[in-house]
């Protein structure tokens, strides 16, 4: 399917365990992003890249890792998951060419870290 | 980046017009005023943009003072599917990443 996806949409895991969750984009977009959304806070940005093996930090990085080994994926790891990343993480991608405001995002991961 | 001040929520009836209003007091010459939607369980969309007076699409008109330091998104005859979260940005035209900066958005409720 065309556009953007997110795997898994749900995930429940343990505090101190590892956990991936996977981004794809079939538009071949060069910006991606992941944000996480809690309740009171809005969307906050974790981690963003500019294009295939180009990463950088956004507001709340501590705890997570990316990799952009090819354009279509943006995987999040968090290395040893805690009870406060407990949230609903959004992955994101916008055109290089296309309006700066304009970003797609995914459905959202909703995970809960026990 | 300037910040954006909206409110919490809203109420709203089915057919009735709304307007949202989003204060962006600092706002640069170089930044777009942007709106997105989000609704329940879903990643948010981008619904409308605007640099100054008004602009209008399929699904809302956007509203902006010649001072730029306020704007007023507009959605005619709401039905139930409107109810949503509405986020107001301001993004930099000049910026090549396009960093977006949401807060916590005005929720909208419509009633039957």
């Known amino acids: 399917d065309a556009g953007i996806t997110q795997s898994p949409r749900y995930k429940i895991t343990e505090t101190g365990r590892q956990v991936t969750l996977m981004c794809h984009q079939t538009?071949?977009?060069?910006?991606m992003f992941w944000y996480r959304q809690d309740l009171g806070h809005g969307l906050r940005l974790i981690y963003y890249?500019?294009?295939?093996?180009?990463?950088d930090k956004g507001e709340v990085p501590d705890g997570y890792v990316v990799s952009r080994s090819k354009t279509e994926n943006f995987p999040l790891t968090l290395e040893s998951a805690t009870r406060s990343q407990t949230s609903v993480y959004f992955c994101?991608?916008?055109?290089?060419?296309?309006?700066?405001?304009?970003?797609?995002f995914g459905p959202g991961t909703r995970l809960t870290v026990t | 980046l300037a910040k954006t001040t909206q409110p919490i929520s809203m109420d709203s009836y089915e057919g009735q017009e709304v307007n949202i209003t989003c204060s962006h007091n600092?706002?640069?010459?170089?930044?777009?005023i942007t709106w997105y939607q989000q609704f329940p369980s879903q990643g948010p969309r981008f619904i409308i943009q605007?640099?100054?007076t008004k602009v209008t699409n399929e699904v809302a008109s956007l509203f902006i003072p010649a001072d730029r330091k306020s704007s007023t998104l507009s959605l005619p005859r709401v039905s139930l599917s409107d109810t949503a979260v509405y986020y107001c940005?301001?993004?930099?035209?000049?910026?090549?990443?396009?960093?977006?900066?949401f807060g916590r958005g005005t929720q909208l409720t419509v009633w039957p």
């Open positions: 994101a991608s916008r055109d290089s060419g296309g309006a700066v405001y304009e970003q797609y």
């Open positions: 538009w071949s977009h060069s910006y």
């Open positions: 890249s500019a294009a295939a093996d180009i990463t």
């Open positions: 600092n706002i640069a010459t170089n930044d777009y």
């Open positions: 605007g640099y100054k």
């Open positions: 940005l301001v993004a930099d035209r000049g910026s090549t990443l396009g960093r977006l900066y």
